[in-house]
């Protein structure tokens, strides 16, 4: 079985963006932290008429991510040996900084476990710098339009593979919704060449939700521009769901959904080059699902198929 594993890679020509970490003007921030009073888009008296129109598939789907996905921010504190070259030698000194990600998770059970991105709860590059050392790691998640925050753990994560789980303590938290993983077919089955597969099709239609910007979860539409493209990075495979569906800087770990509402992928980069535009890419389900499993944390999550 060929070893397949997603990271965030870079072509000749083309970089591929890291979508988790922004930093917002502070005009900005004293905007979007105003706190307002809404249901997610819908007046509570309404959202029963979305529901009973199947030709407001989208609105219920936002609905229904938005209530279960969250704002993420990160702070950094950081420290590495830097070695200082003179005419008259070599000498090293301790290098102290600190950074912040803005960023998306969502919620996969009620529990209060939620996935997001290795690169969300990492900062790049960390192991090219000598003796390089996370001295602290902030991570707080927030809804929609609330400045209310929780403190949220980080469980593990790969950076090889760019996800990461994260949780928060159920408990602070009243009516805690969580999404379902559509349960797409691993190419690597021996199911997917089968009528019994589950896949994506050209044009399906998916939404993305993000912490777009840093301004606050928002929501874009689009296709599935292709069902799964494979990268090969020096021999290693990566695989992606294509989409046109607008990625932004701050839409790391935000979910990509079909038209059921059930997660299909989760955004992890976009192409960014000249004259290239729609171009995001996002893990699929099933490894987010392996991975899931793959910790033997004992972590329960919704399939549906």
């Avoid at 938005?66 to 993420?72: C, D, G, K, N």
């Avoid at 976009?270 to 004992?298: C, F, H, R, W």
Wanted: aromatic fraction near 12%.
């Amino acid at each position: 079985m060929k070893r397949k594993i997603f990271i965030v890679v870079t072509f000749i020509g083309i970089s591929l963006s890291l979508v988790g970490c922004s930093s917002i003007a502070d005009t900005i921030n004293a905007i979007t932290n105003k706190t307002i009073d809404v249901t997610y888009g819908l007046d509570t008296n309404t959202f029963d008429a979305y529901i009973s129109d199947s030709g407001n598939d989208t609105v219920v789907n936002a609905a229904i991510a938005l209530s279960s996905t969250v704002e993420v921010t990160v702070d950094f504190e950081y420290s590495y040996t830097q070695v200082v070259y003179t005419p008259f030698g070599s000498s090293s000194k301790t290098v102290s900084g600190s950074a912040e990600s803005l960023a998306t998770a969502f919620f996969i059970n009620a529990d209060g476990y939620l996935m997001t991105n290795a690169h969300v709860v990492t900062l790049e590059d960390d192991e090219s710098l000598s003796n390089f050392t996370y001295d602290s790691v902030d991570v707080k998640i927030n809804y929609a339009d609330s400045n209310t925050t929780f403190p949220a753990d980080i469980i593990t994560y790969d950076q090889s593979l760019d996800l990461a789980i994260i949780k928060v303590d159920p408990t602070l938290i009243d009516n805690l919704q969580y999404l379902t993983f559509y349960d797409l077919t691993d190419p690597d089955s021996s199911l997917y060449n089968t009528t019994d597969a589950i896949k994506l099709f050209y044009g399906e239609p998916v939404i993305a939700v993000g912490n777009a910007n840093g301004y606050g979860l928002s929501v874009s539409s689009g296709v599935v521009s292709a069902p799964l493209r494979y990268f090969d990075d020096n021999g290693t495979v990566v695989e992606a769901i294509q989409t046109d569906t607008a990625v932004n800087s701050g839409n790391s770990g935000g979910p990509l959904l079909n038209k059921y509402g059930y997660v299909v992928g989760i955004i992890s980069f976009k192409v960014v080059a000249e004259g290239t535009e729609n171009l995001g890419y996002a893990i699929p389900s099933y490894v987010m699902m392996n991975y899931i499993d793959s910790q033997n944390l004992n972590i329960t999550y919704q399939v549906a198929s």
